[in-house]
């Protein structure tokens, strides 16, 4: 499992105080940045705890999807207005007329060109700044929304896992010892980047003809996700193991 825990300072862009919905991007990176570290660390104490405690895991749990679910409304109101205004800085292109403006006769233009020459210098200026400020907001908000796909995915998966060992607790008492490897853990929650959201929105727009092809498709789909669900936790076991290693060095040191 990727680890974007740590980096929150480095990939959340600075905001200009008149762009709101570059604005309303960092906070939303900011709010996600901390719920994706209180949701690690509850998966590591209950993975490391003796006897995990199941009254803690079922109130934590509950709120952290409350607050994942709020903050992916959010994203969900945010993503469209974002890619938008990501492609509308993309095919801007310089700010320039599109056609010369014409002088009546040659003095016109040598009175103009005496009488607004420094004017002209400012101006043009003025131009190369908003370029430049458009391609920082550009770099910005593809820097945000990378961010904000990883963090989402990586709390999606993290949140499961957690949500799965809360109902072990609850039916059996404690947790399964394969727990890190079982591929068919229920998705209680799902990232507003991730495929499924993008799902309702395919089949609108392609009709599916009746065939047998269909139903074969969607089985690979899910057997990808299942497969791909597996090696994020067999990454985070093996975090955990290494962590918990460099633990208990440090305390026989």
């Not at 690690?40 to 509950?62: G, I, M, R, W």
């Not at 990378?146 to 990586?154: I, S, T």
């Amino acid at each position: 499992m990727k680890n974007t825990l740590g980096k929150n300072n480095s990939i959340i862009p600075r905001a200009e105080k008149k762009d709101y919905l570059l604005q309303m991007m960092v906070q939303l990176l900011q709010e996600v940045s901390l719920l994706a570290q209180r949701v690690a660390a509850q998966v590591n104490l209950t993975v490391h705890a003796t006897e995990p405690n199941f009254a803690t895991l079922h109130k934590e749990s509950t709120n952290f999807v409350i607050e994942f679910k709020k903050l992916s409304d959010v994203a969900i109101q945010l993503k469209a207005p974002l890619e938008q205004k990501i492609e509308a800085l993309k095919y801007k292109g310089p700010s320039h007329y599109a056609e010369p403006i014409l002088a009546s006769s040659l003095q016109t233009v040598m009175i103009l060109h005496l009488s607004s020459e420094q004017s002209m210098g400012k101006r043009l200026e003025e131009i190369q700044a908003i370029e430049r400020r458009s391609k920082d907001i550009l770099q910005q908000l593809e820097t945000g929304i990378k961010a904000l796909r990883e963090y989402f995915d990586d709390i999606a998966s993290r949140l499961n896992l957690l949500c799965y060992m809360r109902d072990c607790l609850k039916k059996d008492g404690s947790l399964p010892g394969n727990i890190m490897y079982n591929s068919k853990i229920p998705q209680t929650v799902s990232s507003p980047f991730g495929v499924q959201q993008l799902m309702p929105k395919l089949q609108k727009m392609i009709p599916v003809a009746p065939s047998t092809a269909a139903p074969h498709h969607v089985v690979h789909q899910d057997h990808e996700y299942a497969k791909a669900e597996l090696e994020k936790r067999r990454a985070l076991l093996l975090q955990l193991r290494e962590q918990s290693k460099r633990e208990n060095s440090n305390l026989s040191n």
